[in-house]
């Protein structure tokens, strides 16, 4: 199940031997494993494209976006436990800390599917497809319920996503220029919607218990988002930086900006 | 081959032996040449020079593999080809199998759907876009009866749900995954067919009851189980994400369940 593609261009920024992403495995990744995608995306002009610049994509994509299909290689028991672990994360015993291998003279971070920690992106789509499917049916039970505002609120969700991202790439940058794959907070980011899901469930099923459940999950996802960046930023920086208070401070506004994201999020508000 | 003029002299039918029959069934090595026979390059691929692009065609250039013999076979016992010349207006071929509907393998694919238990997958095989429409239209039909015009909002729908459901399915599946947007966008048209038929329900069931909420779960259930089936078993590379392509499926049809509730 998991193809060893021999180069996980993602996790750049390692503590090591990083150097260059080398073109060649990335391009490897290319054709082999979003291949299936981009084969029939592309269809008769796949060729054209991919051949004549797969030099400018190699080089210019590698910087943006590490190897999509790496975050999708999942199996029911991740999805299952990973949930657990974003839902409550003070029940996860183990550390927090993402397996690495050396992957072709580099170390590069195990696929989701053997680790626990790894980030995937199918638990953000479906969780962010659930959102808007029970903000639909919130929207019904109120008696608003019309496609626009669906649509309006697909919108504000994808705000939200990319506020959050936008939010823990900030974290990273502020920090010291720390390296991480932007698809790693894309998947971080989108975990938010998990815990905003079950709120919205909860709201369905008895409306007074609102309030409550959304504190209480937006509080988690900030421990499991402080846990987490806590992680990154540990691998990536250097020595002497660590354990310092702006460190600190930053963080503790990453966990308080969750409230008012949730609330944000949650409101149902037909356009 | 023979040398080729650029523009081929008309032959009118006339007591030769060899009617205009169109080219893709022209005897190989026929002496006269077909009429309008557009200029072709050196024939690439098969070396059969007899099989030239279709230009007027079209029946064969979109059939589904099932029925594109009959059209060899009527064209081939020569009796009397297809012109485009007008005055042998009837001796062209159907007009739906021109454009490509079948509807005997449509009306057989739609009655797969019905069963969710056993789900057919051979007959889905060659993916088409005739059923899809139809039960689309109707669907529009049916809400359009309930009083919500949502043509355009299923169209839309329809194309990003099954957009959606090819990227899941092909980054789940990785390096083997196979499966391409035309027969996704088929296989969600064609377990549409659950949602049309609740939709036709709900015009006979009170609003905002726990009837209609029950018979929408059971609704969505079937329309899941029917597209999760067909698509693992057409596709490779399904088999080990049952669960999870199934989440994505129930996500799409929940989806459409809300229009028709709400």
């Not at chain 2, 200029?39 to 029946?59: K, L, Q, W, Y």
Request: positive net charge.
């Amino acid at each position: 199940m998991y193809n060893n593609l021999g180069n996980q261009a993602g996790p750049t920024g390692m503590q090591g031997p990083t150097g260059n992403p080398q073109p060649s495995p990335f391009g490897n990744a290319f054709y082999g494993a979003g291949s299936g995608l981009i084969r029939g995306g592309l269809g008769a002009y796949g060729e054209r494209f991919l051949g004549s610049s797969s030099e400018f994509m190699q080089s210019n994509i590698s910087k943006y976006f590490s190897n999509p299909q790496y975050y999708f290689q999942v199996n029911d028991q991740y999805v299952r436990n990973k949930l657990k672990v974003i839902l409550f994360p003070f029940l996860h015993r183990g550390h927090w800390t993402r397996i690495t291998e050396p992957v072709g003279g580099r170390l590069s971070y195990k696929p989701p599917i053997f680790d626990i920690n790894a980030p995937d992106l199918y638990i953000p789509f479906m969780a962010f497809a659930t959102y808007i499917i029970l903000a639909g049916f919130s929207f019904g039970l109120e008696g608003k319920f019309t496609p626009e505002a669906l649509s309006i609120q697909f919108t504000r969700g994808l705000a939200g996503w990319f506020m959050q991202v936008l939010l823990l790439k900030g974290l990273l940058y502020s920090l010291g220029g720390v390296e991480a794959p932007l698809l790693d907070m894309v998947a971080y980011g989108g975990y938010t919607f998990t815990g905003l899901s079950l709120t919205m469930l909860a709201r369905l099923c008895w409306s007074s218990s609102y309030y409550v459940v959304m504190v209480s999950t937006s509080f988690l996802m900030g421990v499991f988002l402080l846990k987490t960046m806590k992680r990154v930023l540990f691998t990536e920086m250097r020595s002497y930086e660590k354990h310092s208070s702006r460190q600190h401070y930053l963080l503790l506004f990453m966990v308080i900006a969750q409230f008012p994201l949730f609330w944000w999020l949650g409101k149902i508000r037909a356009g | 081959m023979a040398k080729e003029f650029a523009v081929r002299p008309v032959i009118f039918p006339s007591s030769t032996g060899n009617p205009n029959v169109p080219q893709h069934s022209r005897h190989p090595g026929a002496a006269s040449a077909p009429p309008f026979q557009p200029p072709r390059p050196t024939a690439p691929g098969p070396a059969n020079p007899s099989i030239p692009f279709m230009s007027f065609d079209v029946g064969a250039a979109s059939a589904s593999s099932s029925f594109s013999a009959p059209v060899f076979a009527s064209v081939s016992t020569g009796g009397g080809g297809h012109f485009s010349v007008p005055g042998s207006f009837e001796d062209e071929p159907p007009l739906l199998e021109e454009l490509g509907i079948n509807t005997r393998q449509i009306w057989r694919k739609t009655l797969s759907i019905l069963n969710p238990f056993r789900v057919k997958p051979d007959l889905h095989e060659d993916a088409d876009l005739s059923g899809p429409f139809l039960f689309l239209m109707a669907f529009g039909l049916f809400q359009l009866l309930a009083g919500k015009f949502h043509f355009g909002i299923i169209l839309g729908w329809v194309t990003v749900a099954a957009l959606f459901l090819y990227v899941v399915f092909n980054m789940l599946a990785g390096r083997n995954g196979n499966l391409d947007l035309y027969r996704c966008l088929s296989l969600v048209g064609y377990c549409m067919l659950p949602m049309v038929i609740l939709s036709a329900a709900s015009l006979f069931v009170p609003h905002g009851g726990v009837l209609i909420f029950s018979m929408a779960a059971v609704f969505v259930l079937w329309s899941t189980r029917v597209c999760t089936g067909l698509l693992v078993e057409l596709a490779s590379g399904g088999d080990e994400h049952r669960g999870l392509i199934a989440y994505a499926c129930c996500l799409v049809y929940l989806l459409f369940s809300l229009l028709i509730i709400f």
